[in-house]
């Protein structure tokens, strides 16, 4: 599975992104899928995740309430909609597959087998 992510960008507090992440190259309506951020000097964190179907999803803390999550299996897409952004939000976003036989919905960046480049976002205060 290949993956490209966009839709990052400079934005002020306050305001909202959506990241896009776009899979080719295996059965992505079987794949758990989960969002990822990084910041310069920082481990790789866990933000939010999605089951197989769409129906069950995973936040992290940080971002509960304020991101959503969310797929199109006919369109090989992966979303997270950032809303209300803060400038501890900025990072490098990365989107990853999982893929196993249970689609168990994980939040550690070494359970995902798959990986795509990352998509900065910046919020200015």
């Known amino acids: 599975v290949q993956l490209q992510a966009s839709g990052g960008g400079l934005v002020q507090a306050g305001g909202s992104l959506r990241l896009s992440c776009a899979a080719c190259g295996g059965p992505f309506s079987f794949s758990v899928m989960g969002w990822f951020r990084q910041a310069p000097g920082k481990e790789r964190d866990f933000v939010a995740a999605?089951?197989?179907?769409?129906?069950?999803?995973r936040y992290s803390d940080s971002v509960k309430g304020r991101f959503t999550v969310f797929r199109d299996n006919a369109a090989n897409t992966v979303y997270l909609q950032m809303n209300n952004l803060k400038p501890e939000d900025t990072a490098a976003y990365f989107c990853?597959?999982?893929?196993?036989?249970?689609?168990?919905?994980?939040?550690?960046?070494?359970?995902?087998?798959?990986w795509g480049q990352g998509t900065q976002v910046t919020v200015s205060s």
């Open positions: 999605i089951n197989w179907s769409g129906d069950y999803t």
């Open positions: 990853a597959a999982r893929r196993d036989s249970i689609g168990l919905v994980t939040t550690t960046p070494n359970s995902y087998g798959y």
